[in-house]
């Protein structure tokens, strides 16, 4: 089995921020995510630095579209992602519209699942649409609520999409520990934020992701 690419999620309020942990861990990273909330803070601006900085690794713009499919994903590529991501929630309408425009940047789009929100006949739609990607997450409000766990199913989810054709992300306050619960189930892609970007030695941080990530998935 193929181990999972890892993401970093720049999820900072201002881009020097962001920037300062991400060039110390680039070497160890797969794919750069220009999070909601760097987006939101500085704009696509984010997204074209990035990648001026990075012309070779996979740049996901995390603008979470709900409408508007067309026009936002082509503002998202223009400036220089490799992915975009939509609300699961979005209408199928959108959903085409996006993986349209990602069709002809030769993109990807992704769909995050939220913690409560899922539809097995949905996610077949959104692959015969033309997604590649979907997210199993434990949200950052789930966390605060103090549900710290991943389990079986989580596990059944990321087995149920993958079985579908999607790559499979996985993301929430992943630390090294929490790989184990997922030995021997195809995740293609473990997104790592605060873990790496608050560490005090990022690449030390990412690095040990890395090694975990060989480990579970030899």
């Known amino acids: ?27 160890r990273i797969d794919i750069i995510e220009c999070g909601t909330v760097l987006i939101l803070a500085e704009g696509l601006r984010a997204v074209r630095e990035i990648r001026a900085l ?4 996979d740049i996901l713009a995390d603008i979470r579209i709900a409408e508007a499919g067309k026009l936002l994903s082509e503002m998202a590529f223009e400036a220089g992602a490799s992915l975009v991501s939509v609300v699961a929630g979005a209408s199928m309408t959108t959903v085409k519209q996006v993986c349209a425009v990602a069709a002809a940047h030769r993109g990807e789009v992704q769909v995050e699942l939220s913690d409560e929100w899922y539809d097995a006949a949905r996610a077949r739609q959104w692959r015969e649409a033309g997604v590649q990607h979907v997210i199993v997450k434990r949200s950052r409000d789930r966390e605060a609520a103090g549900d710290l766990s991943w389990g079986p199913g989580d596990v059944a989810r990321v087995d149920e999409l993958a079985g579908m054709g999607f790559t499979v992300t996985i993301t929430g306050g992943v630390t090294p520990a929490d790989l184990e619960t997922f030995a021997g189930h ?15 030695d990022p690449l030390a941080a990412a690095t040990g992701l890395k090694q975990a990530i060989a480990r579970v998935w030899p």
């Not at 990075?54 to 690794?57: A, E, L, Q, R």
Request: positive net charge; without cysteine; proline residues 13%.
């Open 1 to 27: 089995m193929t181990p999972p690419r890892l993401q970093i999620a720049l999820d900072k309020t201002d881009l020097p921020g962001a920037l300062a942990p991400l060039q110390r861990a680039a070497s």
């Open 54 to 57: 990075f012309p070779d690794k």
């Open 186 to 200: 195809p995740v293609g892609i473990v997104i790592a934020g605060r873990s790496i970007i608050a560490a005090e």
